[in-house]
């Protein structure tokens, strides 16, 4: 079936440090992967939509500058944390669709931690 | 923007018995109704989802109904067990590979 990978699960940093999330479709390609954040009992917000080749599509009131994506090739997008702080400390998941119009799979997301 | 419902924010069942979880939605451009189960610290795991051009599916124990008229989704999980407890999320989107707008979830407990 549909895999979703994502790496790393668990990151604890001191505040300042870049974070980089990679998100990787393991038997299939993925033009679009999106970014979801995930606060403790709450509910996935969706942060943006990494579009192959081109810029990522932001959510409202998510900062781009400090939320860089990257999805140069089908199978991969990156999520970096850019100078993390403890308010950015929550659990990052990222899913794909597994073709046009198809349910999107979850990556077992990333618990950031950040001191 | 689109924005889901959802009720109730936790249900405790007993074994056996039925649960359902009810959403509505506001985009009236949505057609697609995914339901994923959450287990605490893992990935959203699809359980079934509906189009709408359908009123209803079944697969299992688990039925989804959607009506459209109403902007209103319901998951019924019939015969529950304790292995069905979980977060359960409802979510909309104008298309299976599009970005998925979330209700708040539902924690759902299954004794015995």
């Known amino acids: 079936g549909a895999v979703v990978s994502q790496h790393p699960s668990w990151v604890i940093c001191k505040s300042g440090t870049s974070v980089k999330i990679e998100c990787r479709s393991l038997d299939f390609q993925a033009t679009t992967m999106f970014w979801y954040r995930q606060f403790p009992k709450q509910s996935l917000m969706l942060m943006a939509t990494?579009?192959?080749?081109?810029?990522?599509?932001?959510e409202q009131g998510v900062e781009k500058d400090k939320f860089l994506i990257n999805h140069a090739s089908l199978t991969l997008s990156t999520l970096t944390v850019t100078s993390a702080h403890p308010e950015d400390s929550s659990f990052y998941i990222c899913?794909?669709?597994?073709?046009?119009?198809?349910?999107?799979?979850f990556g077992d997301g990333t618990r950031l931690s950040i001191l | 923007g689109e924005n889901v419902e959802q009720h109730p924010s936790t249900l405790s069942v007993q074994e056996g018995d039925s649960a359902v979880i009810k959403c509505t939605y506001s985009?009236?451009?949505?057609?697609?109704f995914p339901w994923y189960k959450q287990e605490l610290g893992k990935r959203p795991q699809l359980i079934i989802d509906?189009?709408?051009?359908?009123g209803e599916k079944k697969d299992q124990r688990i039925a989804v109904t959607l009506n459209k008229t109403a902007k209103h989704f319901s998951l019924h999980i019939t015969e529950t067990q304790p292995e069905d407890s979980a977060v359960y999320f409802c979510a909309a989107s104008t298309g299976g590979g599009n970005k998925l707008t979330f209700g708040t979830g539902t924690q759902l407990k299954v004794e015995l």
């Open positions: 509906i189009r709408s051009n359908v």
């Open positions: 899913s794909a669709p597994t073709g046009f119009n198809q349910p999107q799979h």
């Open positions: 985009d009236s451009a949505s057609n697609y």
């Open positions: 990494s579009n192959e080749g081109s810029k990522a599509t932001y």
